[in-house]
């Protein structure tokens, strides 16, 4: 019965406290709906002071850039055909993207040519290359091209300096196949 009351008790604590958390919740929602309705509501009164302040922003940074300009005597066209801007184009975008100006041409490097034809080459295990030679030995004796003493003969310089038999099992195996 007492377990019964501390489980009970634990469950109504647990209950209550959901429902606290619950209720900062909304009130947290609440106040951030208000602040966003005080933002757009300045933002959509001061808009005009906005985009004026930007547009001056624009105009001061383009008139120092004309005055750093002339007082060393440079042109624009001076300028972009400087060795920072060789082969690349200048390009300034308002608000991002929304109004763009590309200055100059981007010029393309030309293609280094590769002389190099077919894949790759790997370092090859020497058992596989083992077998890669011996399976072209079989393909030899499948063809008639040559005997099997002379494969025999091929077959056991290829795999005299090998210890383990893998060499003499893989050869059984091509030369049933045949």
């Known amino acids: 019965m007492i377990f019964n009351t501390t489980q009970h008790t634990q469950g109504l604590f647990k ?6 958390f619950i209720l900062i919740l909304h009130v947290i929602l609440a106040a951030g709906l208000v602040l966003l309705v005080v933002f ?17 922003l624009i105009l001061v940074s383009g008139y120092l850039f004309y005055r750093r300009m002339k007082s060393e005597g440079k042109t624009l066209r001076d300028i972009l055909n400087s060795p920072v801007f060789n082969g690349r184009a200048v390009e300034i975008n308002l608000l991002n993207g929304l109004a763009c100006f ?13 002389k190099i034809i077919g894949p790759e080459r790997q370092l090859e295990e020497p058992v ?51």
């Open 15 to 20: 209950s209550v406290m959901l429902a606290y």
């Open 40 to 56: 757009f509501h300045g933002v959509t009164t001061h808009l005009l002071w906005i985009l004026s302040g930007g547009i001056t």
């Open 102 to 114: 590309r200055l100059g041409k981007e010029r393309t490097l030309p293609v280094i040519e590769s």
């Open 128 to 178: 596989s290359m083992k077998i890669r030679k011996l399976s072209e030995l079989a393909g030899l004796v499948r063809e008639n091209l040559i005997t099997i003493d002379e494969y025999n003969l091929l077959k056991k310089e290829l795999f005299e300096d090998q210890e383990s038999g893998v060499g003499d099992q893989v050869a059984d195996e091509l030369t049933k196949t045949n």
